[in-house]
């Protein structure tokens, strides 16, 4: 019995907030202030593509790091990186929004990373993404009730309660079980689903890699993340908002987040 709840405390996350929402309040940096940023709308991406809404075409074998200076191989991994859009069925606001973002970003159902990382070049095209952003951020506070100043019992008036604290720290002992070679193997993902599930809070927590390689990789979502998807959906949407020619204060968005990577051309 004792062992029964251990692998339940340990493997359960500890709350059934949305990824983003996990992502903007507990992620482990020191100077997140619990917006929705860009990565929000990765990680809806990511669980578009776990469901199945957002197929992928991948044509690179090999696992795939993209380092901080973007390179000729970078771009080439992104060629062969294709998105498929294939939605059907009820979506949350949020999950549509997020799609048809894509879809005029892109001018098109499918397309490669790499022709997306170009369009994001283009300032009306720029613009019109953080008019989209805007709205599919606005959709996740929305549907969550999520505010940085206030969400539920956890956070109050921008600071977390003691609930609030409490949670952070289960939080952190569920990445502590994420990335834990140790810990992944004595309690494995039981199905797909939740290996997938798992791999996505990795994500949240930038450690999406990490927890990748402690378990299967047997999806187009693992495959994804495998190739470094995530990290290059960030790279794409970041260049968007730093080509964006107004640049409004009071909208929430975080300009000049995309200064860490190098990006020669775009192209």
């Given at each position: 019995m004792f062992e029964n709840n251990q692998k339940e405390y340990i493997t359960n996350p500890p709350s059934e907030d949305a990824y983003p929402i996990v992502a903007a309040l507990f992620i482990n940096k020191r100077f997140n202030n619990r917006v929705i940023k860009v990565n929000s709308l990765s990680l809806t991406i990511l669980d578009l593509i776990r469901k199945g809404q957002i197929k992928c075409d991948i044509d690179v074998k090999e696992s795939y790091n993209v380092n901080k200076k973007i390179t000729n191989d970078d771009f080439e991994v992104m060629k062969n990186i294709t998105l498929r859009i294939a939605n059907s069925g009820e979506l949350k606001t949020s999950e549509t929004l997020a799609i048809n973002l894509l879809k005029t970003m892109n001018k098109s159902k499918k397309f490669n990373l790499k022709d997306m990382l170009k369009q994001s070049n283009n300032t009306s095209i720029a613009n019109k993404f953080k008019n989209d952003f805007i709205d599919y951020k606005q959709a996740v506070e929305n549907e969550n009730g999520y505010s940085p100043e206030n969400y539920r019992d956890i956070v109050e008036n921008k600071k977390f309660t003691s609930k609030g604290k409490e949670l952070k720290n289960r939080?952190?002992?569920?990445?502590?079980?994420?990335?834990?070679?140790?810990?992944?193997?004595?309690?494995?993902?039981?199905?797909?689903?939740?290996?997938?599930?798992?791999?996505?809070?990795?994500?949240c927590f930038d450690i999406e890699k990490e927890t990748l390689e402690l378990r299967e990789n047997d999806s187009q979502l693992s495959d994804f993340i495998d190739k470094d998807g995530y990290k290059l959906l960030n790279i794409i949407f970041s260049n968007a908002l730093s080509n964006v020619k107004e640049k409004s204060k009071g909208d929430g968005i975080f300009y000049g987040v995309n200064d860490k990577y190098t990006i020669p051309g775009g192209g």
């Open positions: 939080w952190k002992g569920y990445q502590e079980y994420l990335k834990s070679q140790e810990l992944s193997e004595k309690y494995p993902p039981q199905s797909v689903e939740e290996n997938a599930s798992q791999i996505i809070y990795g994500a």
